[in-house]
């Protein structure tokens, strides 16, 4: 089944640009439609997505994330890029719940929001989270 694209979001990768982020996905969210509980959710998981990008992939260095935004009549799909240095995949876990302290509960909050979670390096250079999202 293909998608349909339907906008491309580019943006240094600053904590401070999340904000702008957010409300730029609630605007396509809110155009498509999508029911707000839903786009919500989508939100959060874009948010700590970005997050983990700009904390784990770039460590605070400077750089850019690129987020493809696609959809079909079936799902939404969001193609994340980072041109920072491969992250080992391995060491992406969600965190045991038993454990939870604060902080460091976004992939948790990623994979419990979204139906596909899908790490892959670049080989040239940079990172790609490929997250699908089933909609009725």
């Known amino acids: 089944m293909?998608?349909?694209?339907?906008?491309?979001?580019?943006?240094?990768?600053?904590?401070?640009?999340?904000?702008?982020i957010r409300e730029n996905l609630r605007g396509i969210f809110?155009?498509?439609?999508?029911?707000?509980?839903?786009?919500d959710e989508m939100v959060i998981a874009l948010n700590e997505a970005c997050m983990n990008i700009i904390q784990h992939a770039y460590k605070g260095a400077a750089g850019k994330i690129q987020i493809k935004i696609e959809k079909n009549a079936t799902q939404w799909r969001f193609e994340?890029?980072?041109?920072?240095?491969?992250?080992?995949?391995?060491?992406?876990?969600?965190?045991?719940?038993?454990?939870?302290?604060?902080?460091?509960l976004g992939v948790n909050f990623i994979y419990q929001?979204?139906?596909s979670v899908d790490y892959q390096n670049i080989a040239e250079s940079g990172n790609r989270l490929v997250l699908i999202k089933k909609i009725s």
């Open 2 to 20: 293909s998608f349909s694209n339907l906008k491309i979001l580019e943006f240094d990768a600053e904590a401070i640009n999340l904000k702008a």
């Open 30 to 39: 809110s155009e498509q439609n999508i029911d707000k509980n839903i786009a």
């Open 80 to 104: 994340l890029i980072d041109f920072a240095p491969a992250v080992d995949i391995k060491s992406i876990k969600a965190k045991d719940l038993a454990e939870v302290r604060p902080g460091g």
């Open 113 to 115: 929001i979204m139906d």
